[in-house]
């Protein structure tokens, strides 16, 4: 599938995490993984997680600033959730973000849509072709994980997302590119809305926002017109902001939604 992937030794990984890199035609050139392994023996088709980051980040960030390896390792450990790989990507580290769509000569969704889980399939014997799928993210990931969810309907069981981007013209709240480089030849592809009236079904989906974040009034508008739509969901607000206390936090949330479905 590549023409070169370099993994971690095991001998020198710690907190059950891998480090994946492989080329990618998508990216025009490398991309990087880092994925939560639990040590099960001997495990077969355990459930792959992609977990999306924001702005400013890459592949490391949801471990070195969430611990989410930590908290899934513990729920697992406690029996709250079955056993998970959780693969979380860089973004393409374009600019300071990408938006996990196609632009500039580079095809950041088909990364994270294909690339990904054919990465995570051939270098973790724990997960196969026949393992569910599901995408989660923060902010910038977490537009990515509802648009990207809505879009490739038949390949994810569950969306989840943390206080969204739910419009690409949002992005101009973070990054300093011109927003001309992320905007889609079809104007759908450019909201999570927009992806919905585009491709329809859809899978389960749970979505977050924390009420003294500056995107709580773009997720309000997001539930109410699925609410308007009858589009099935679960929308909750809890209190805090844009940042990664709220996300360490509330991260779980997403793992439980995913593991009952």
């Given at each position: 599938?590549?023409?070169?992937?370099?993994?971690?030794?095991?001998?020198?990984?710690?907190?059950?995490?891998?480090?994946?890199?492989?080329?990618?035609?998508?990216?025009?050139?490398?991309?990087?993984?880092?994925?939560?392994?639990?040590?099960?023996?001997?495990?077969?088709?355990?459930?792959?997680?992609?977990?999306?980051?924001?702005?400013?980040?890459?592949?490391?960030?949801?471990?070195?600033?969430?611990?989410?390896?930590?908290?899934?390792?513990?729920?697992?450990?406690?029996?709250?959730?079955?056993?998970?790989?959780?693969?979380?990507?860089?973004?393409?580290?374009?600019?300071?973000?990408?938006?996990?769509?196609?632009?500039?000569?580079?095809?950041?969704?088909?990364?994270?849509?294909?690339?990904?889980?054919?990465a995570v399939r051939?270098?973790?014997?724990?997960?196969?072709?026949?393992?569910?799928?599901?995408?989660?993210?923060?902010?910038?990931?977490?537009?990515?994980?509802?648009?990207?969810g809505l879009k490739?309907?038949?390949?994810?069981?569950?969306?989840?997302?943390?206080?969204?981007?739910?419009?690409?013209?949002?992005?101009?709240?973070?990054?300093?590119?011109?927003?001309?480089?992320?905007?889609?030849?079809?104007?759908?592809?450019?909201?999570?809305?927009?992806?919905?009236?585009?491709?329809?079904?859809?899978?389960?989906?749970?979505?977050?926002?924390?009420?003294?974040?500056?995107?709580?009034?773009?997720?309000?508008?997001?539930?109410?017109?699925?609410?308007?739509?009858?589009?099935?969901?679960?929308?909750?607000?809890?209190?805090?902001?844009?940042?990664?206390?709220?996300?360490?936090?509330?991260?779980?949330?997403?793992?439980?939604?995913?593991?009952?479905?």
């Amino acid at each position: 599938m590549f023409r070169t992937t370099e993994i971690s030794d095991p001998k020198f990984e710690s907190d059950h995490l891998r480090f994946i890199t492989v080329k990618s035609e998508n990216l025009k050139g490398r991309g990087d993984i880092c994925v939560f392994v639990p040590p099960i023996e001997n495990a077969e088709n355990l459930p792959l997680v992609i977990l999306l980051h924001g702005v400013y980040g890459s592949a490391w960030v949801w471990s070195q600033k969430a611990g989410v390896h930590r908290t899934a390792m513990q729920m697992i450990e406690q029996g709250k959730i079955l056993p998970m790989i959780i693969a979380m990507p860089s973004d393409g580290l374009w600019g300071d973000g990408s938006g996990y769509l196609s632009h500039n000569q580079k095809n950041f969704e088909n990364w994270i849509v294909h690339d990904v889980p054919n990465a995570v399939r051939e270098n973790i014997s724990a997960v196969s072709i026949s393992s569910n799928l599901f995408i989660a993210g923060l902010s910038m990931g977490g537009f990515g994980a509802l648009r990207l969810g809505l879009k490739h309907a038949d390949k994810f069981k569950a969306i989840a997302a943390h206080s969204s981007i739910t419009e690409i013209d949002q992005m101009r709240l973070f990054v300093e590119e011109a927003i001309e480089n992320y905007e889609q030849d079809d104007i759908r592809e450019n909201s999570v809305l927009g992806a919905l009236e585009k491709y329809g079904g859809h899978p389960k989906i749970r979505f977050d926002c924390g009420t003294d974040d500056e995107l709580i009034t773009q997720n309000r508008a997001l539930h109410s017109a699925l609410v308007r739509l009858k589009v099935q969901h679960v929308y909750k607000e809890y209190s805090g902001g844009h940042d990664w206390s709220y996300w360490q936090k509330h991260i779980k949330k997403t793992l439980l939604f995913f593991a009952e479905k």
